[in-house]
T-cell receptor, first 114, second 110 residues
Framework: NAGVTQTPKFQVLKTGQSMTLQCAQD?????MSWYRQDPGMGLRLIHY???????DQGEVPNGYNVSRSTTEDFPLRLLSAAPSQTSVYFC?????????????FGEGSRLTVL | KQEVTQIPAALSVPEGENLVLNCSFT??????LQWFRQDPGKGLTSLLL?????REQTSGRLNASLDKSSGRSTLYIAASQPGDSATYLC?????????FGAGTRLTVKP
């Protein structure tokens, strides 16, 4: 069981470039989300989705775009990369039924914006 | 806005010691609280999930407790081992928003 898979693991961008971080899960989870992890600031929610065709903003959504066309995939797009977006990005998923819902994480994507 | 705090930020103990990691949250209206482990350069691994209606959960040498009224959770690790060295994070969930603490970096010395 692969769980949550993120690609790429590492990426270097120049300011102004765009790119997409990929996330896929094979657990048939309705809920998927993207976090960024920065030193001293913990993990912060960027965007989340509770099902195909449904997305919403988290705590730090500016500069990022998401879509959810299938249950399995939840890509994160950086529209015009900025140095402030240098971070480690994590995708996570869980069931939505009831209040029970253990959150499972991918291995992370380390992004550097020069 | 939910704030989650973990104290201490770092902890170093000799092998075999029992230890407690602390997590506090400001809003008691949570669905659940989850403890994670993160190794350097890796993702987060779920350790224990406690529902809001539960008081504690156990898995092997780990025991997590939850006191919603006081806004606190603790993670108890029994008979610590060098392999337990990692950063431990707690997260409190309310609806679709899960707030994380900054973590406690644990080092267990042989």
């Amino acid at each position: 069981n692969a769980g949550v898979t993120q690609t790429p693991k590492f990426q270097v961008l120049k300011t102004g470039q765009s790119m997409t971080l990929q996330c896929a899960q094979d657990m048939n989870h309705e809920y998927m989300s993207w976090y960024r992890q920065d030193p001293g600031m913990g993990l912060r929610l960027i965007h989340y989705s509770v099902g195909a065709g449904i997305t919403d903003q988290g705590e730090v959504p500016n500069g990022y775009n998401v879509s959810r066309s299938t249950t399995e995939d939840f890509p994160l797009r950086l529209l015009s990369a900025a140095p402030s977006q240098t971070s480690v990005y994590f995708c996570a998923s869980r069931r939505t039924s009831g209040t029970y819902g253990e959150l499972f994480f991918g291995e992370g994507s380390r992004l550097t914006v020069l | 806005k939910q704030e989650v705090t973990q104290i201490p930020a770092a902890l170093s103990v000799p092998e075999g010691e029992n230890l407690v990691l602390n997590c506090s949250f400001t809003d008691s209206a949570i669905y659940n609280l989850q403890w994670f482990r993160q190794d350097p350069g890796k993702g987060l691994t779920s350790l224990l999930l406690i529902q809001s209606s539960q008081r504690e959960q156990t898995s092997g040498r780990l025991n997590a407790s939850l006191d919603k009224s006081s806004g606190r959770s603790t993670l108890y690790i029994a008979a610590s081992q060098p392999g337990d060295s990692a950063t431990y994070l707690c997260a409190a969930r309310a609806n679709n928003d899960m707030r994380f603490g900054a973590g406690t970096r644990l080092t267990v010395k042989p």
